[in-house]
Each structure stands twice: as C-alpha cells, then as structure tokens.
C-alpha cells in the first residue's frame, strides 16, 4: 500500500522559510513523479511544483507561477522522501500542502500540512 506522510508545517513571518517533507512508502520512490499540491480555504487545490510532468513524465522540475523563483522541489532516493523548500514566503501562500503520487492509475495523497504565513 502506498503511504505518504507530510511533514513540516508551521507558522512563519512573511520572509521567512520553511521546508515540508513527505516520506513515501509502498512504491518504487525513482520511479514515480513526486508532486506538491496546496489547499487555501475556499479555493481549489492547485499544483505547486514536481518532479516530472505528471502527465509526460519528462524528467523536469515543474514549479507554478507563484512558486517560481522561492519554492525548490527536491528528492532523497535513499530516504525516499520529497522536499519543498519555500522561501520569502507570503501571507498568499498561507494553506494545507498535500504531497502526491500518481501510480499506475491511482493518486495518493498525503494528510496535510497547514503553513501559514502571517504579514
């Protein structure tokens, strides 16, 4: 069963950084595009960054718009864990962030970790 649990949420000052990891379980880590989603109250859940088209898997870093230039989307192989650094963060990039794998068909998502930056 495929399993990914998120970490490092928090409160922070708007400049400040935060980094989330989600450690995944139950798949093959190298073989799947990692991604990072995230949830404000009232909106949509939108992609924030990953590790590869998820629908090409062109093996290129994606970032939204908004996450270009402060967020960076990496991966330990060994630890089989994701990470996003986010840094000079905005009050606007208060919400839950979820992690998320596509495999064979099926999204998994993890639990959840509320940031919220304060201005």
């Known amino acids: 069963e495929v399993q990914l649990q998120a970490s490092g949420g928090g409160l922070v000052q708007a400049g400040g950084s935060l980094r989330l990891s989600c450690a995944a379980s139950?798949?093959?880590?190298?073989?799947?595009?990692m991604a990072w989603f995230r949830q404000a109250p009232g909106k949509e859940r939108d992609l924030v960054a990953c590790?590869?088209?998820?629908?090409?898997?062109?093996?290129?870093?994606h970032y939204s718009d908004s996450a270009k230039g402060r967020f960076t989307i990496s991966e330990d192989n060994a630890r089989k864990t994701v990470y996003l650094q986010m840094n000079a963060l905005k009050p606007e990039d208060t919400a839950v962030y979820y992690c998320?794998?596509?495999?064979?068909?099926?999204?998994?998502w993890g639990q959840g970790t509320q940031v919220t930056v304060s201005s």
């Open positions: 139950g798949l093959d880590f190298d073989e799947y595009a």
């Open positions: 590790t590869s088209s998820i629908s090409r898997g062109d093996g290129k870093t």
């Open positions: 998320y794998v596509q495999r064979r068909g099926i999204d998994y």
